[in-house]
């Protein structure tokens, strides 16, 4: 079939018609107003050969005269991906000799460099790619425009946009002249315009029954004749939409804080691994003093429910204050801006739940951080003590056990808690860390507050990248092959044997229980998959000027820190006799506790992996038994679902591919909110914008030092390439992203607080950190020359 008219295309169709043709199908379907016309299906395209006669034949049953010759390829106005603008309109084409160039152009239009680069960035498979090629009769419009029944810029479900302008909707579209723009809020509407509040009601009605129709957010273009007649040219969903929170049973707004970044995460989290990411963030909020969260599962990232606690009165007092830590300045002004919101005023029905630390907790808190800052040498020595039983309490069980018994063992492992003698000493250095700054105001400046807790000690995650260094440094012989070689070939040969020994089996004996995102069960460990590791070793290989070797590079921040806090504290003590004495100590301190903050998920780990590895043999003996296709199959289900097919016998085969699908897509998304309301509004997206007129891109500096060098926007640091000087750019890090960190000149990240990974490693190896840029990694290119300035928070490009 090589022509349909377009009442014949179905949603089912989208192979052989297109995204485009497929939807219209289905508007015309449910009654609505689409002129009339025909699709060039793509089993034409394939052949090669425009069906001249059919074609002919279509044409004259419209009628002849101006039509519209529009692409509709099969990867087009889909759910994940609408292609807009990304292949060929041809409008008011008459006759047939034209109506054949059109349809010529519009197939070409499928391989031009814009839309093979939209295809790459959406992960769209080039070979599964068809064109079919829509003919419509041309609309004579009064009015048109572009109609969105969501908000696509703030993502708010509750309101309608509509662009519109006098002629043809290309105009709106193109953005070729001046637009009217509305707002449909159920509101009534004032004459403005080119529409009358009447035709405003009839167009919010539209998009009401597409958007029940088609079950999401619709995308639609549209005209009005001479005669009044509302005719629709397109519908396809609104690719760029976050997801919506769960539904509640609340008739008040929620409003929900993005938790991932804390952990360095702002990618998807598998479902697997999801349960466990719950629990380890209500463990967090609990030291923190904030009980009753509920954590929320929204496009695949964690967020916490925060709607009582800012009804609460006493609560929302401290919840500001409470996130400067480890959520940082872009949270705390989403949730400032959320306190100041009527609907979430106290006394709104919002009712804390155990908010607050039991008498209990607190007393321990109170003795564990006062034992800690009393004796940090202890501490150390307990905290290291403990994270050894948790290492070989994670130890694989001894004999076979059968697959009922791995799940058991699964289901029985409690990752969420840590031992007071490691929760304490962590807390200690962040307050020891955190409240000098605030006792020296006006006598130090953040930048020297920061240079001092630059080069600290006791990091396992400073102690892992520079145990990598080593290893590199030993591997110098093998320089061209670990530099030249792809590192999954060089994975491949090193598990199978056949890569000269480099070390790496001691490095990941210590080490491999780590990697990027780590946090997340359904994430392969280091000891599964080397090649980030093999990939950190080529950028290390990269450093030829021994001056700018890591393990110098820290000694020199090290060694920098102790002379500013020598030269800080008599001038802190002379000024501020009481106050300067306490940040001194503090200070101090924190040189000694401040770096145990990563011991604690260090230790966490291992029992990560260990319930990883059982999952993975459950996951082998449901392939065995024709319920799943790969062993890792099983990290896109509950443990419910294992437990339904371990026991039951339940093929869940279907979910996981559905599962798998979404997983890829969100993994693809460059934004994910701070914090959303229940309508689907990104709080942050209604703040006043704030633009230097040089272009100079402001976040909050996190690590002292001004440097400027070419851009490196890197989105996966397993395959980054990373060469000395490069000035890093990331949505955010992870213990994994760190090593990265040893031949770079900078770090930009969107996300992140003072005292979370990203920053703290910057500090340590005395390399300036810019973190909470908006949109660094888009408004930034790599290759750029910018200048980063860790003092005044700033990044400018060049």
Not at 310 to 320: F, G, P
Not at 622 to 637: K, R, S, W, Y
Request: glycine fraction near 10%; proline fraction near 6%; aromatic fraction near 4%.
């Amino acid at each position: 079939m090589r022509v349909i008219t377009l009442s014949e295309t179905t949603a089912d169709m989208v192979d052989l018609v297109g995204g485009k043709a497929a939807g219209l199908g289905e508007l015309i379907r449910r009654g609505e107003a689409v002129p009339p016309g025909f699709c060039v299906t793509t089993e034409a395209y394939r052949e090669g050969v425009i069906p001249q006669a059919e074609i002919v034949e279509a044409y004259g049953k419209l009628g002849g005269g101006p039509v519209a010759v529009r692409s509709s390829a099969t990867a087009e106005d889909l759910p994940e991906a609408s292609f807009a603008g990304q292949q060929d309109t041809v409008l008011d084409v008459t006759g047939v000799a034209d109506l054949i160039t059109a349809i010529a152009r519009c197939w070409e239009s499928l391989h031009s460099e814009r839309a093979r680069a939209y295809r790459e960035a959406h992960a769209v498979d080039e070979a599964t790619v068809r064109m079919a090629v829509v003919v419509q009769r041309m609309i004579d419009p009064e009015v048109a425009g572009v109609l969105f029944t969501a908000d696509p810029l703030t993502g708010c479900r509750t309101h309608m946009l509509v662009d519109a302008a006098p002629g043809l909707g290309t105009a709106v579209v193109d953005g070729a002249t001046a637009v009217d723009h509305y707002r449909l809020d159920g509101a009534e509407q004032v004459a403005t315009g080119c529409l009358t509040p009447a035709r405003l009601a009839q167009l919010r009605a539209v998009g009401q029954r597409l958007q029940g129709h088609f079950g999401r957010p619709q995308d639609v273009e549209w005209a009005i004749d001479r005669d009044g007649t509302i005719w629709l040219l397109q519908s396809r969903p609104i690719t760029t939409l976050f997801p919506l929170p769960p539904p509640t049973d609340k008739p008040l707004p929620r409003v929900y804080l993005e938790f991932g970044h804390v952990q360095g995460m702002l990618r998807p989290v598998t479902p697997m691994g999801m349960s466990t990411l719950r629990s380890l963030i209500a463990a967090m909020l609990a030291s923190l003093g904030v009980r009753g969260v509920d954590i929320v599962d929204i496009g695949g990232r964690l967020y916490g429910d925060l709607s009582d606690l800012a009804r609460d009165r006493s609560a929302r007092k401290r919840l500001v204050q409470l996130m400067a830590v480890d959520f940082g300045p872009r949270a705390q002004a989403v949730m400032a801006h959320v306190l100041a919101d009527p609907r979430f005023a106290p006394g709104q029905g919002g009712t804390r739940r155990g908010g607050g630390v039991a008498l209990r907790t607190a007393v321990r808190a109170v003795v564990g951080i006062i034992r800690a800052l009393a004796r940090p040498d202890a501490a150390r020595l307990r905290m290291t003590r403990a994270v050894e039983r948790m290492r070989l309490a994670s130890a694989d069980p001894e004999g076979p056990l059968t697959t009922a018994e791995r799940l058991r063992l699964v289901r029985d492992t409690d990752t969420s808690e840590s031992p007071d003698e490691i929760v304490w000493p962590i807390v200690a250095g962040m307050l020891a860390s955190a409240l000098p700054g605030r006792l020296l105001d006006g006598v130090a400046g953040t930048d020297e507050i920061h240079t001092v807790l630059g080069g600290m000690p006791h990091n396992v995650t400073i102690e892992m990248d520079l145990a990598l260094w080593r290893l590199a440094e030993r591997a110098g012989a093998h320089r061209r092959l670990l530099r030249d070689t792809p590192p999954a070939e060089l994975a491949q040969r090193y598990h199978g044997g056949t890569l000269p020994d480099i070390g790496l089996g001691g490095f990941l004996a210590t080490y491999g229980h780590r990697g990027v995102a780590e946090v997340d069960l359904g994430v392969p460990r280091w000891d599964e998959d080397p090649a980030p590791v093999f990939a950190m070793i080529g950028n290390y290989l990269r450093v030829t000027d021994p001056d700018q070797a890591p393990d110098r590079r820290f000694a020199r921040a090290a060694a920098t820190a102790e002379a500013t806090l020598r030269e800080l504290a008599p001038r802190a003590r002379r000024r501020r006799p009481v106050r300067g004495r306490i940040a001194v100590f503090l200070l101090r301190r924190a040189r000694s506790l401040a770096g145990l903050r990563e011991a604690g998920k260090f230790a966490g780990l291992h029992q990560l992996r260990a319930v990883r590895r059982q999952l993975l043999l459950i996951g082998a003996d449901l392939v065995a038994a024709g319920l799943l296709e790969q062993p890792d199959d099983i990290m896109f289900l509950t443990l419910d679902e294992v437990e339904s097919a371990v026991h039951g016998g339940a093929d869940h085969r279907d979910t996981v591919i559905a599962r798998a699908a979404t997983h890829r897509a969100e993994s693809r998304r460059r934004h994910v909110p701070v914090a959303l309301l229940s309508d689907g509004t990104d709080v942050e997206a209604v703040l006043p914008a704030t633009v230097a007129a040089d272009g100079t891109l402001t976040g909050v500096g996190a690590s002292a030092g001004r440097v400027t060098g070419p851009a490196r926007v890197v989105h996966d640091p397993g395959t980054a390439q990373v060469e000395p000087g490069d000035i890093l750019i990331a949505a955010t890090t992870d213990p994994g992203w760190t090593p990265l960190f040893l031949t770079a000149g900078a770090l930009v990240t969107e996300t992140g607080a003072i005292m979370a990974h990203g920053p703290t490693v910057a500090r340590e190896y005395g390399i300036p950190a810019v973190i909470c840029v908006p949109d660094a990694t888009r408004k930034i290119s790599t290759g750029q020359l910018v200048t980063v300035d860790g003092a005044a928070g700033t990044v400018t490009p060049h």
